[in-house]
């Protein structure tokens, strides 16, 4: 996703939340209006859908794919749990539990994809850490196929004492793992690292002229001038993606981890 279509979304969340300001203060003011309790729940609920989705289009540029399959999940279950919010009235039980239900099974599934997206690009050190990382996916994956089995089974309904304490189990696993892996990564990196492979839009080169041989120092994917003889000089720089736009730095494998393509052979990663 591009900057200006990041910049967008930023200044419509702000939006949003000054309208949420606006709507908020009419329901406090006019309680006894009959859509004062459905306005603010509409709008503190799609304030905390929005305030997701800006988390998942700033740190999900690694892995678009999944990015914008948890943003449908997202704005699917926003949609059911909208219209459970204000058509409750009108719907009987059994429609307000399939409502309710496939608003909770696109949430669950958005929170999956959103949790590999966050906790994917995590660069951990050793054994250790790749053991958590992949455990957090692994139980992440297993909380939603247990929340999603239970929805479709038994709707809104009771779902049972052991059951229950599989979900929590899961949960718990789940949140662990994720706790463990990024605590991990974050004291088993120095203090000086950064993202490895992510290039800024513009980085110093060295070169010299091809012209009158004298030294330049570029700048890369801008224009520049040799000081001697006023040449024009531009250093294209651009690090290897999958065409899904997975970045492939240090990535060991042939195929790419996020759409399954084969990655070609001038694109792969050569060790030292």
Not at 56 to 81: D, E, N, W
Request: glycine content about 12%.
């Amino acid at each position: 996703m591009s900057s200006s279509q990041i910049r967008l979304m930023l200044w419509g969340f702000l939006g949003f939340v000054a309208l949420a300001m606006v709507g908020g203060t009419i329901a406090v003011l006019f309680p006894r209006w009959k859509g004062s309790d459905e306005l603010l729940g509409s709008l503190i609920l799609v304030g905390l859908y929005a305030l997701g989705a800006m988390a998942l289009v700033i740190y999900g540029k690694r892995m678009p794919v999944t990015q914008r399959l948890s943003l449908v999940g997202l704005i699917v279950s926003l949609g059911f749990f909208l219209v459970s919010i204000w058509f409750w009235r009108p719907m009987n039980w059994r429609w307000e539990s399939i409502v309710m239900s496939v608003g909770a099974i696109s949430l669950a599934i958005a929170g999956g994809l959103a949790h590999r997206v966050f906790v994917w690009p995590i660069k951990t050190r050793g054994l250790g850490g790749l053991v958590l990382k992949w455990g957090s996916v692994v139980f992440a994956l297993a909380t939603v196929g247990v929340i999603v089995f239970g929805f479709v089974s038994e709707g809104t309904g009771y779902w049972g004492r052991s059951y229950l304490r599989v979900v929590w189990i899961s949960v718990i696993l789940t949140t662990g793992t994720t706790i463990a892996t990024g605590v991990v990564a974050l004291f088993g990196s120095k203090a000086d690292d950064v993202e490895p492979g992510v290039l800024s839009g513009s980085m110093p080169v060295s070169m010299t002229c091809p012209r009158c041989q004298s030294a330049i120092e570029a700048k890369s994917n801008k224009e520049s001038r040799c000081s001697s003889c006023r040449l024009k000089i531009r250093v294209e720089v651009e690090e290897p993606r999958c065409g899904c736009g997975y970045l492939l730095y240090e990535l060991e494998s042939d195929v790419c981890p996020e759409c399954g393509k084969a990655i070609a052979s001038a694109d792969r990663w050569q060790g030292a």
